[in-house]
């Protein structure tokens, strides 16, 4: 099989043409309507100008236009550049010119921020708009649903194997930078890191549409419902291309904002068996809203759910819990990020892990600074570099040789991607993820990672939220400053919160102060804001 999305999405619609591909609110599609949309809109492109290798970007909220604009450039044998609805002009100026785009699907509803950048990309052809209700206030636009009716399916072609997948990291630093993969190294990676993390998958991708008929016999094809946004990696790698390659279908959510009460019904109406979210931060309130159910007697069915998924950010062993009280699954904490899988842990009623630790995937080391390997059961800690025996390992960063050197390297003659993560490796091989080293904390010379200390203050039972970050001191170098929101704005002592993390934490990782907020803002996908969080720091100090 060609190993190309657009590819594996045709034969898929072809064997089950019928079948439910994508749901959004009352807007249901089949795998042969899916098909047809995205042939309509790779016509589109392709009478445009643009041609495989060509960019085109996505500028939009979760979706079935998001996916079938996606699939379309696929379809031509282009990159489709993923663009964080909340950026501003200057963000999207940016991003928009270092990936090259050619075309750009928009919202309606951002036709101010088209109309103060457009003059300045000459590159893109086609700014192709999607109806929300707004009014049209670009002039050059074509309209999305006009083209469906007005373009005629491109034909079916041969597409290359080099062609590049990228998806566009925001980091916690810097601007964002495109992370390349080859597609085809990609999705066959992709089985395998997933497969390593505990999903059922197909052994040889060349029995993948057997396999796809057989989950369709057995009634087992996956239904994914999406509980963060598609435009990040977790949203779209979990929520989308692993249920889509499977014949299944991707459920997402109208509208902005996350609403767990939504998500509940949605899962119930829609017969999901797997939610994807990113910690916590989706995670217990999820698990407030089962709590208030059961109170008020009216407690969600969750027959058909088998498992939630997340990546990226810290889910506590609490919250699971918790959620498995309430129903009987798995809880699939994987821990990866654009530039790889590295590890997972599951949950069920009968083990639920500590949190941040994980089973590390077969190929994966922890390098220590002085280019030694950590041993198990030492105190030593180290970067995580993930191999390609099992994971998809980056060509590089688009447009930075420089970058994509540092962090795509060689390790005695085998090259691993090493995204700035640290972690420690237990006795039994497992590992307990300590955080980005950009976000390290240095005081009086002992490293500090916010992570550990979050996890710390969150066993408190009325910590909501929290992250910490480091400030200036004239005498540590830095000094550790928590952000912290409680349970439903409860007023609590800053002194007996600090005493209570003494009883988990080294003195030196404890909190020099509580800064106390009713909302610690994460970004759309639940991903921590340190940037918000030091720039409220050091405003309240001030």
Same mark, same amino acid.
């Given at each position: 099989?060609?190993?190309?999305?657009?590819? %594996?999405?045709?034969?898929?619609?072809?064997?089950?043409?019928?079948?439910?591909?994508?749901?959004?609110?009352?807007?249901?599609?089949?795998?042969?309507?899916?098909?047809?949309?995205?042939?309509?809109?790779?016509?589109?492109?392709?009478?445009?100008?643009?041609?495989?290798?060509?960019?085109?970007?996505?500028?939009?909220?979760?979706? $079935?236009?998001?996916?079938?604009?996606?699939?379309?450039?696929?379809?031509?044998?282009?990159?489709?550049?993923?663009?964080?609805?909340?950026?501003?002009?200057?963000?999207?100026?940016?991003?928009?010119?270092?990936?090259?785009?050619?075309?750009?699907?928009?919202?309606? /509803?951002?036709?101010?921020?088209?109309?103060?950048?457009?003059?300045?990309?000459?590159?893109?052809?086609?700014?192709?708009?999607?109806?929300?209700?707004?009014?049209?206030?670009?002039?050059?636009?074509?309209?999305?649903?006009?083209?469906?009716?007005?373009?005629?399916?491109?034909?079916?072609?041969?597409?290359?194997?080099?062609?590049?997948?990228?998806?566009?990291?925001?980091?916690?630093?810097?601007?964002?930078?495109?992370?390349?993969?080859?597609?085809?190294?990609?999705?066959?990676?992709?089985?395998?890191?997933?497969?390593?993390?505990?999903?059922?998958?197909?052994?040889?991708?060349?029995?993948?549409?057997?396999?796809?008929?057989?989950?369709?016999?057995?009634?087992?094809?996956?239904?994914?419902?999406?509980? /963060?946004?598609?435009?990040?990696?977790?949203?779209?790698?979990?929520?989308?291309?692993?249920?889509? $390659?499977?014949?299944?279908?991707?459920?997402?959510?109208?509208?902005?904002?996350?609403?767990?009460?939504?998500?509940?019904?949605?899962? %119930?109406?829609?017969?999901?068996?797997?939610?994807?979210?990113?910690?916590?931060?989706?995670?217990?309130?999820?698990?407030?809203?089962?709590?208030?159910?059961?109170?008020?007697?009216?407690?969600?069915?969750?027959?058909?759910?088998?498992?939630?998924?997340?990546?990226?950010?810290?889910?506590?062993?609490?919250?699971?819990?918790?959620?498995?009280?309430?129903?009987?699954?798995?809880?699939?904490?994987?821990?990866?990020?654009?530039?790889?899988?590295?590890?997972?842990?599951?949950?069920?009623?009968?083990?639920?892990?500590?949190?941040?630790?994980?089973?590390?995937?077969?190929?994966?080391?922890?390098?220590?600074?002085?280019?030694?390997?950590?041993?198990?059961?030492?105190?030593?800690?180290?970067?995580?570099?993930?191999?390609?025996?099992?994971?998809?390992?980056?060509?590089?960063?688009?447009?930075?040789?420089?970058?994509?050197?540092?962090?795509?390297?060689?390790?005695?003659?085998?090259?691993?991607?090493?995204?700035?993560?640290?972690?420690?490796?237990?006795?039994?091989?497992?590992?307990?993820?300590?955080?980005?080293?950009?976000? /390290?904390?240095?005081?009086?010379?002992?490293?500090?990672?916010?992570?550990?200390?979050?996890?710390?203050?969150?066993?408190?039972?009325?910590?909501?939220?929290?992250?910490?970050?480091?400030?200036?001191?004239?005498?540590?170098?830095?000094?550790?400053?928590?952000?912290?929101?409680?349970?439903?704005?409860?007023?609590?002592?800053?002194?007996?919160?600090?005493?209570?993390?003494?009883?988990?934490?080294?003195?030196?990782?404890?909190?020099?102060?509580?800064?106390?907020?009713?909302?610690?803002?994460?970004?759309?996908?639940?991903?921590?804001?340190?940037?918000?969080?030091?720039?409220?720091?050091?405003?309240?100090?001030?």
């Amino acid at each position: 099989m060609n190993l190309n999305f657009a590819t %594996i999405w045709e034969e898929i619609s072809d064997i089950l043409p019928e079948k439910t591909a994508m749901i959004c609110g009352n807007e249901k599609k089949t795998w042969a309507e899916y098909e047809t949309a995205a042939s309509k809109l790779a016509s589109a492109l392709s009478t445009s100008g643009l041609k495989a290798y060509s960019k085109a970007g996505l500028y939009l909220h979760n979706s $079935n236009e998001y996916l079938e604009a996606q699939f379309s450039i696929f379809k031509i044998g282009g990159t489709p550049i993923n663009v964080n609805y909340r950026y501003k002009a200057d963000e999207l100026l940016y991003l928009l010119d270092n990936s090259d785009c050619e075309a750009l699907f928009y919202q309606a /509803c951002y036709g101010d921020q088209i109309n103060l950048i457009k003059n300045s990309l000459p590159k893109i052809k086609a700014w192709i708009e999607v109806d929300d209700g707004s009014p049209s206030l670009v002039s050059e636009s074509l309209n999305y649903s006009q083209l469906l009716e007005d373009c005629e399916p491109m034909p079916r072609w041969e597409r290359p194997e080099d062609i590049v997948y990228m998806l566009y990291t925001g980091g916690t630093t810097g601007m964002p930078k495109g992370v390349m993969y080859n597609q085809a190294e990609f999705i066959s990676g992709m089985f395998k890191t997933v497969k390593a993390m505990g999903y059922f998958v197909p052994d040889d991708m060349d029995n993948l549409t057997e396999y796809v008929k057989d989950l369709d016999k057995k009634n087992e094809l996956p239904v994914n419902l999406v509980g /963060c946004p598609l435009m990040h990696g977790t949203g779209m790698w979990l929520g989308c291309f692993l249920p889509h $390659n499977l014949g299944g279908t991707v459920v997402t959510i109208p509208g902005l904002g996350f609403d767990p009460d939504k998500i509940w019904k949605e899962c %119930i109406r829609s017969n999901v068996t797997n939610i994807i979210i990113v910690g916590d931060a989706f995670a217990r309130p999820m698990l407030d809203a089962l709590n208030t159910a059961e109170d008020k007697n009216t407690p969600y069915d969750l027959t058909s759910l088998q498992q939630i998924t997340s990546s990226g950010v810290m889910w506590s062993s609490e919250v699971k819990a918790g959620l498995l009280e309430h129903h009987d699954m798995r809880l699939m904490d994987t821990m990866g990020s654009t530039e790889g899988g590295m590890g997972a842990s599951l949950s069920t009623r009968e083990n639920t892990p500590e949190t941040a630790k994980f089973t590390l995937n077969p190929g994966m080391i922890v390098l220590k600074d002085d280019g030694e390997l950590v041993e198990p059961g030492s105190d030593d800690m180290g970067l995580l570099g993930i191999s390609g025996d099992i994971s998809m390992i980056p060509i590089g960063y688009y447009k930075d040789e420089k970058k994509s050197a540092e962090t795509f390297r060689e390790y005695k003659g085998t090259r691993y991607s090493f995204p700035g993560d640290y972690a420690k490796i237990e006795d039994d091989g497992s590992i307990v993820l300590l955080g980005r080293g950009s976000n /390290c904390i240095n005081s009086a010379g002992e490293k500090i990672y916010p992570e550990e200390v979050e996890e710390a203050l969150k066993k408190d039972v009325n910590v909501f939220d929290c992250l910490v970050v480091g400030l200036p001191d004239e005498r540590f170098g830095q000094k550790i400053i928590a952000v912290v929101s409680t349970v439903e704005n409860k007023e609590i002592s800053e002194s007996a919160l600090i005493n209570e993390v003494r009883n988990r934490l080294a003195g030196y990782k404890l909190p020099k102060k509580i800064i106390f907020t009713n909302t610690v803002e994460r970004a759309p996908n639940g991903k921590a804001n340190y940037k918000w969080a030091k720039k409220f720091a050091e405003d309240s100090l001030a």
